[in-house]
């Protein structure tokens, strides 16, 4: 008997959003708290300035606004959504925050959960939500990328708290059996060069009863080894998306946008000049908001689609890479 031919399951792009705190920390700014400059910053890293969570914000109303505004441009009935993943490693809750996210949307029918990946999760976050779709268990997904570095920011260590900055970017995602607009993705861990940049716990001993010691809760600021992160990135990266654009049959002239983690404005130019993507083609919002981690790369599609850089079926390849260490790489059709 011949079998039933299935068709098979993509995925589609249908939103964009993204939020950023009020609060503006300009070089000028940080230059009165620590030793340095905006012509020191800028000339090494590309920021002029980043957004600051006020104590009123947090990971979860971030996330909630710029899933609220990609379900807005989805134009969704928020019941029909299926999956919510919120990649972040600052939560507002250390047990979850996308639960939260999910009840304040009023999305009763999704499932929700957190992803820590650090500046990798985002990507991270679409491919496993992706996985879902394609697989046929869910139809609809909001992936959320929303970090709140502020807090965990060394204020006093002039070489680290130039670079980070809070914000909120999301996607919203469909599965279709007619095409597949996610091309291809490929992920990497290499836990062995984790120390060069990480969020480590506080280590303080201290005695529940008798000689019963227990270690205290708590987390250390954000530990990182500059120039190894960067040797890690402009090596890697460039690898990684060559490998993808091969294995998927792509050439990068036919890539329209370069879409990055937004670490440092030096490392984007050295992947597009390793890529032979034209400087054009690479987008880049580092100036105004820093390194936002998981937030980075919706943020900046989020702003590209808005003002219609970003167009139907254009292509865009896309990395994520940091903490862990991990990095990744996905090559998409937007629409």
Request: charged residues 20%.
């Amino acid at each position: 008997m011949e079998g039933i031919k299935l068709k098979q399951i993509g995925v589609s792009f249908k939103g964009s959003g993204s939020y950023v705190p009020d609060q503006i920390l300009t070089n000028q700014k940080i230059s009165k708290k620590v030793d340095t400059s905006d012509e020191w910053i800028k000339s090494r890293t590309g920021i002029s300035e980043r957004r600051i969570s006020s104590p009123g914000d947090n990971v979860t109303e971030m996330g909630y606004e710029a899933a609220l505004t990609a379900i807005q441009m989805a134009n969704w009935d928020i019941k029909t959504i299926d999956l919510i993943v919120l990649a972040t490693s600052t939560p507002h809750d250390l047990f979850g925050s996308a639960p939260s996210i999910q009840s304040k949307l009023g999305a009763c029918n999704a499932v929700a959960f957190d992803l820590t990946a650090a500046c990798s999760g985002f990507l991270f976050g679409l491919v496993t939500a992706s996985q879902f779709l394609r697989g046929g268990s869910f139809k609809r997904a909001i992936v959320i990328g929303a970090d709140q570095l502020s807090s965990f920011v060394d204020w006093n260590d002039r070489r680290s708290c130039i670079l980070f900055g809070d914000g909120a970017g999301a996607l919203a995602i469909e599965a279709t059996n007619e095409f597949d607009n996610f091309l291809g993705f490929d992920m990497r861990t290499d836990g062995g060069r984790g120390s060069f940049l990480n969020l480590p716990s506080k280590n303080n001993k201290d005695s529940i009863i008798d000689n019963i010691d227990f270690l205290s809760g708590g987390f250390s600021s954000i530990q990182m080894n500059g120039q190894e992160v960067y040797k890690f990135a402009v090596r890697e990266v460039p690898i990684i998306i060559d490998e993808l654009l091969k294995k998927t049959n792509y050439s990068s002239h036919e890539v329209d946008w370069l879409v990055l983690h937004q670490a440092n404005q030096r490392i984007l130019d050295s992947v597009g000049e390793r890529l032979k993507i034209p400087g054009e083609k690479i987008l880049s919002n580092l100036e105004k908001y820093g390194n936002t981690s998981a937030a980075t790369i919706p943020l900046m599609m989020d702003e590209a689609i808005r003002n219609n850089r970003i167009k139907q079926n254009d292509i865009i390849a896309t990395s994520g890479f940091g903490a862990g260490l991990s990095w990744g790489a996905a090559l998409i059709k937007w629409g």
